[in-house]
């Protein structure tokens, strides 16, 4: 009896990236690379699974990530509690620690790639979805903050993004969040009645999350409760002016949100979101700000920090969004020679002169799996290469190899295989080339 099998789909919300989206994920990865470098940030890379405590002290207990989204599981093996990450800056604290990466002085450090979270899936928010993490160690005064921004606003410009906005706001220290919050709770005691299951459930443990809420129901609610930049005292204040001094120097606009808090428990002074209006509900594209207290959180020894992330899928959509094909077109990488071969003794010449033109620093596609001449011609001319290479049993006795410019009205040219890397390079790359081999 014949039994129908089931194909395997991806899990809901880990999504493939196939090759076309692929090839302006590397595009978009080689602008961030050469920016970070170019602001003397250095590549670190971590695990994906990390234990379990190291979340749930950086990130607090009473989190949505912490409390809904993790993917936590225990080791069968060992019986430890292992999480795959859910974003990397405790990662990075936790290696700087571990490495005492910190004995060598201030770090400014980078790393990407994917987080997980278990999330409902909708455009722009995957349970699998990637990163790039900026962190910065050791440094205590607001232009590392700034800094960061304005970066932000470089990366912007480089990649020709626009409409994407900076909100900024600051949490102060310790123990002036702990009277805003003192106050907060009584307020919200107050309208109790008014707020939903979410506000009721934060309400003694994690009020200042309530003021992030989008409930619409709430939102009279929270514009009137007490706010915490009242509650700065002068030390907080000036860092902040700081921050605000070195963006206006750099031009960069920005608004004062002063419900801005942040999803995570670690972040203190200085924090900031860029948004769009063009990805719907899921607006935020990079987000971070100051964390002072996560050091010494993850057992170290007090150090300031600062960093940030940005959301890959989000950005490569806006990316896409307002570029469309044509960011896709730039991204699509063209071979510079195409090999056709065709006849009985043709294979290994081919093969040989394919590695040979590798060996010389280009991009070779061999035609591979047979076909007409006329067919491995319409491929070669398919794959956008500028130069096809034609070995057929003549050219194998001769030695040679045909050339034919694949861009250019022009006729082929016969050429001995030993000259064959010089003539491509004379007409790919020859400064007085005019589209004659």
């Avoid at 005292?233 to 801005?260: D, M």
């Avoid at 959509?317 to 056709?340: F, M, S």
Wanted: charged letters at 25%.
């Amino acid at each position: 009896m014949n039994q129908t099998i089931q194909a395997i789909q991806a899990i809901r919300g880990m999504n493939d990236i196939l090759p076309d989206e692929a090839e302006l994920w590397e595009r978009f990865d080689d602008a961030v690379r050469g920016w970070l470098r170019a602001y003397g940030y250095r590549p670190i890379r971590m695990p994906i699974v990390e234990p379990t405590p190291l979340f749930t002290r950086a990130i607090g207990e009473v989190t949505d990530i912490v409390e809904k989204e993790m993917y936590s599981f225990v080791d069968a093996l060992n019986g430890e509690a292992l999480t795959l990450r859910p974003e990397g800056t405790a990662s990075c604290v936790r290696a700087v620690l571990q490495h005492s990466l910190l004995h060598a002085g201030p770090q400014r450090l980078w790393y990407a790639g994917p987080m997980f979270r278990h999330e409902r899936p909708q455009k722009g928010r995957y349970r699998q979805f990637h990163q790039f993490g900026v962190e910065a160690f050791g440094y205590a005064g607001p232009d590392i903050d700034a800094e960061q921004i304005v970066m932000c606003a470089r990366l912007w410009d480089e990649l020709a993004l626009t409409g994407i906005r900076l909100e900024i706001n600051s949490l102060g220290s310790v123990e002036e969040r702990q009277h805003h919050r003192a106050e907060l709770t009584v307020y919200l005691e107050r309208h109790q009645k008014d707020l939903d299951a979410d506000a009721q459930r934060r309400l003694h443990s994690n009020p200042l999350r309530i003021l992030d809420s989008k409930n619409p129901h709430m939102q009279a609610l929270i514009e009137d409760a007490p706010r915490l930049m009242d509650f700065l005292g002068e030390a907080s204040l000036e860092h902040f002016a700081g921050v605000q001094v070195l963006l206006k120097e750099a031009c960069i606009p920005y608004r004062i949100n002063p419900r801005l808090v942040r999803g995570l428990d670690y972040y203190n002074l200085t924090v900031f979101e860029w948004t769009t209006d063009k990805l719907g509900a899921q607006g935020t594209v990079c987000a971070g700000g100051r964390y002072d207290g996560l050091i010494g959180q993850l057992g170290g020894k007090a150090a300031p920090a600062c960093g940030f992330a940005m959301g890959v899928e989000r950005l490569i959509a806006l990316l896409k969004q307002e570029h469309g094909e044509e960011a896709e077109q730039a991204a699509r990488g063209a071979p510079d020679v195409y090999v056709v071969h065709q006849g009985e003794t043709t294979q290994l010449p081919a093969f040989r002169a394919a590695e040979a033109l590798r060996g010389a620093g280009y991009d070779v596609l061999l035609h591979c799996g047979g076909g007409s001449f006329k067919s491995q011609m319409k491929r070669a001319d398919a794959s956008g290469a500028q130069v096809a290479v034609i070995i057929g049993d003549d050219e194998v006795r001769e030695g040679s190899a045909s050339l034919k410019l694949m861009r250019e009205d022009a006729p082929q040219k016969r050429i001995p295989l030993d000259l064959l890397a010089d003539e491509i390079g004379n007409y790919l790359f020859g400064d007085d080339n005019d589209g004659n081999l």
